[in-house]
């Protein structure tokens, strides 16, 4: 039987002077301890329902590296929504924090989905969710996390958006959302840790990945192509928006991010690596800094916005 219970205490962990606030919290699902971190924005008023943004990390990473690298805490402030970010448990046989989604994660036993709807639960209770907005995104595993919950919680999830991830072949042959699902799947075309044109066991191409939602979306197959401008040279690489709608206004899009690589595109150097020890030691294993021609929160935002559940 699934319990979800509230762990009264938390910490917070924001600017006191500042009128947003940020929470590490948790719930109990299958008698474990989940944690998340939520992030209310400036303007949050209980009595007015908010849309939620998911926002789930990378393998080995956490909920704290992935919000201070994200830039959703601002982006949450200055649109007026609600992000939590989930923390994914450790492997047992590894010891590295996942998201249980198939592929080289397949002999997790871990309710991942499970966990997510009971957190959305919580979520609308405590919080005044507006159960019609509420979205996922993530980096890399949690990109997979995102494309997993298309497939398994789409009557809940209201549109997705992947950012150097991908789907499993696990993920896809048991995919059977109950409504068409907006998807923005975002990738460097040089991806070397989620390959761009995927590997047999364990990983989609990004071409098969967006050939599913095309087709299960019933999109036109022709697209429309957007070159963004490439405002930093320095960056070496540029990003091309590829726009496939159905008769619905749904779409399923896809920036490819020419000479990218596994990449969060927008960190500037104005982003602190040595804030604190964790982002510090997760920057110097794996250093996604990359495309500067585009912020990502934003991008994220103003493509989940559109939607709403009916």
């Not at 830039?71 to 047992?92: A, C, H, M, R, W």
């Not at 789409?154 to 959302?177: F, H, V, W, Y």
């Amino acid at each position: 039987m699934r319990k979800t219970l509230s762990i009264l205490l938390f910490f917070l962990i924001s600017n006191p002077l500042s009128s947003q606030i940020t929470l590490k919290k948790s719930v109990i699902h299958d008698s474990l301890e989940r944690k998340f971190i939520i992030h209310l924005p400036k303007k949050f008023d209980k009595s007015k329902s908010l849309p939620l943004v998911l926002c789930f990390h990378g393998y080995t990473s956490s909920a704290e590296i992935i919000m201070s690298y994200s830039d959703f805490n601002k982006t949450s402030d200055e649109f007026n929504f609600i992000v939590v970010y989930p923390q994914g448990l450790k492997e047992k046989n590894t010891g590295k924090t996942h998201w249980n989604v198939g592929g080289w994660t397949k002999d997790s036993k871990v309710d991942d989905v499970g966990f997510v709807e009971n957190l959305i639960d919580y979520l609308i209770v405590n919080y005044n969710i507006n159960e019609k907005q509420i979205y996922s995104t993530g980096f890399s595993n949690g990109g997979y996390m995102s494309f997993l919950l298309a497939c398994e919680l789409s009557n809940r999830i209201t549109a997705i958006a992947s950012i150097s991830g991908s789907m499993t072949p696990e993920t896809l042959k048991q995919c059977a959302p109950e409504r068409h699902v907006p998807i923005l799947q975002v990738h460097g075309e040089n991806d070397n840790v989620v390959p761009y044109k995927g590997s047999k066991k364990w990983t989609l191409s990004i071409n098969n990945v967006m050939n599913y939602w095309i087709k299960f979306n019933k999109c036109n197959e022709e697209s429309i192509i957007k070159k963004y401008p490439d405002r930093v040279k320095s960056d070496s690489s540029f990003c091309i928006l590829y726009k496939y709608i159905n008769s619905d206004g749904i779409e399923t899009n896809h920036i490819k991010v020419i000479n990218g690589d596994h990449d969060w595109p927008g960190i500037n150097n104005e982003f602190n690596i040595n804030q604190n020890s964790e982002t510090k030691t997760f920057f110097t294993k794996y250093d996604i800094r990359g495309n500067l021609d585009i912020k990502m929160s934003y991008e994220i935002w103003n493509f989940l916005n559109k939607y709403s559940l009916n």
